[in-house]
């Protein structure tokens, strides 16, 4: 099951935000946030980032931060963290199975895949092994 240390996630903090809100905002029911929760974190962090009320269309609700500063990006972190910390939730966790392709290559790619596939026939090695080594 994946999981996410909120406090050092290892990943920079424009792509943590933008992923846990991503979380919440997902219909994942094995996500270990209450939905009240999950709706409050992006609502808050949505009125950092807008004047006009969040949208209530779940496929709206995306957090755009292009338009913010690192101020904004920085609000957006302390409000995630600090909320899910006085849930008392210090990981998230969830379950996802892998999904499906949702779309085809284009006919204009298939040429390129081919290729690519001629030029790497064997599958790729894992990159991150199953027990990483300590050190």
């Known amino acids: ?3 996410l240390d909120i406090q050092n996630s290892g990943m920079p903090d424009l792509q943590f935000v933008l992923f846990v809100s991503a979380l919440c905002t997902a219909d994942l ?3 270990n946030v209450p939905s009240e929760l ?4 992006f609502d808050r ?5 807008h004047t006009e009320a969040p949208p209530t ?3 709206a609700r995306v ?3 292009r338009g913010g500063t690192e101020l904004t990006l920085e609000a957006c972190l302390s409000t ?3 909320l899910l910390t006085d849930a008392g939730i210090h990981t998230l966790t969830w379950d996802h199975p892998v999904s499906e392709p949702t779309r085809e290559s284009t006919p204009a790619a298939k040429p390129l895949i081919d290729r690519l596939g001629q030029l790497y026939p064997d599958p790729p090695e894992i990159v ?3 027990q990483p080594a300590s050190g």
Do not use: F, G
């Not at 962090?45 to 980032?49: F, M, S, T």
């Open 80 to 82: 995630i963290r600090s």
């Open 1 to 3: 099951m994946p999981s």
């Open 38 to 41: 999950r709706a409050t974190l």
């Open 63 to 65: 957090l755009d931060l």
């Open 29 to 31: 029911t094995t996500l």
């Open 45 to 49: 962090c949505w009125a950092l980032i």
């Open 128 to 130: 991150d092994p199953e």
């Open 57 to 59: 269309d779940p496929k």
